[in-house]
């Protein structure tokens, strides 16, 4: 596993055999940042790293310039590696909380700038994922949301959806939250003018 640029570029980390975490794969990584540059500006951003695995994307995060980092990671060998990887690279903006990540979503007020996921392909509850996040408003306005997924799963009829990309089997799915826009009363009320049936004698 390395980090592919930023502060800690080319550093590799070595993932034990025994790990079941599937680490986004390099080239997808790679890909997928690519696109993400031209949505999110990383630096000083703060990010939520869901399901956070071997850490793979927390790193890339902090290498770009995030000011914090939140890695969710359930399992006690992962989170403890992630927690290595960290103090080899001496950083103390990434605070790794070992927990199930639909309970951290319950519970969690905080908003990010940038939140990724990235669940097993088979989990059941995967389809929840985008509406537990959007509709409990962790992401900041113009905030964006990276779902990694199967090709099974497509999420392009979700509210806040903007784009699909597939490299190989990994596919991402991007949400962003905009806002709504508000009609004023005037405009309303000329809108009203506008549709008033004519009387004619």
Avoid: W
Wanted: glycine letters at 4%; proline letters at 4%.
């Amino acid at each position: 596993m390395r980090i592919i640029t930023g502060l800690y570029k080319g550093r590799h980390f070595e993932i034990p055999r025994s790990f079941k975490a599937r680490p986004t794969t390099d080239f997808a990584k790679e890909n997928i940042f690519n696109v993400m540059n031209g949505f999110i500006d990383f630096e000083d951003a703060t990010a939520l790293d869901l399901f956070a695995g071997t850490g793979s994307i927390s790193l890339e995060l902090l290498s770009r310039g995030c000011r914090q980092v939140v890695s969710v990671e359930m399992d006690r060998d992962h989170a403890n590696f992630i927690r290595q990887c960290m103090q080899k690279i001496g950083t103390e903006k990434d605070i790794l909380i070992r927990v199930d990540v639909f309970r951290f979503l319950k519970s969690c007020h905080q908003q990010f700038d940038f939140i990724f996921a990235d669940p097993p392909y088979q989990l059941k509850e995967l389809e929840t994922i985008p509406s537990l996040i959007l509709h409990d408003a962790l992401l900041k306005e113009n905030g964006i949301l990276v779902l990694e997924h199967g090709k099974q799963h497509d999420f392009s009829a979700l509210p806040f959806f903007i784009d699909h990309r597939s490299y190989g089997s990994v596919n991402f799915s991007i949400f962003r939250n905009t806002p709504k826009v508000e009609t004023t009363d005037s405009e309303n009320l000329s809108d009203e003018q506008n549709h008033t049936p004519q009387i004619t004698e």
